[in-house]
């Protein structure tokens, strides 16, 4: 027989976490991997972006260096609060909302959308367009719709009740127990 302090896990490892008592719907699962998603193309567009510095020497190994250390850690902090968020923890849906849904995909189309603001066409804009900026358009077209659908399906009526179940539920946890 197991006692309550007996484990199954071997000596040695962690034993798992417990099942969460909440189910997670299916519009935050989804929402996860859509951050997942966007989390790989930032590094993808990360990993584009050096590239071409590195090729026409427009920056300089201190600049990209801070850069890059800038993005792992927007990088790890999304996925830190993506997890969160997938565990029913509100604080981490607002995050991830107001850091990554409303100033990330501001950041990401500001360059863009100021271009066209000052009068170039589509058409100039398309007429230098390379391989490299193919690839970097078509990933970060890619980014900025799993953000904005992550963030759309975190407020589903599903995922909204699951996101009160858990705080009450990780509340009457916290509680005493009665004698």
Do not use: K
């Not at 609060?81 to 501001?106: D, E, F, N, P, S």
């Amino acid at each position: 027989m197991n006692s309550p302090s007996s484990s199954s896990a071997a000596p040695g490892t962690v034993p798992p976490a417990p099942a969460s008592p909440v189910p997670t719907p299916a519009p935050v699962r989804h929402a996860f991997a859509l951050w997942m998603i966007a989390v790989a193309a930032g590094a993808f567009e990360t990993v584009l972006a050096v590239s071409e510095m590195a090729a026409d020497g427009s920056g300089s190994a201190g600049g990209i260096g801070v850069g890059l250390a800038i993005r792992l850690t927007v990088f790890t902090a999304a996925w830190w609060c993506a997890v969160r968020m997938r565990r029913g923890q509100g604080w981490a849906r607002l995050a991830l909302t107001l850091a990554l849904g409303i100033g990330g995909t501001a950041s990401m189309v500001a360059e863009p959308l100021g271009r066209l603001a000052d009068g170039v066409s589509v058409g100039a804009l398309l007429s230098d367009v390379g391989a490299l900026d193919l690839a970097f358009a078509v990933s970060r077209t890619l980014h900025v719709l799993a953000v904005l659908t992550a963030v759309t399906l975190m407020f589903l009526p599903a995922a909204n009740a699951y996101f009160t179940t858990a705080r009450r539920s990780r509340a009457s946890a916290a509680l005493p127990a009665e004698q």
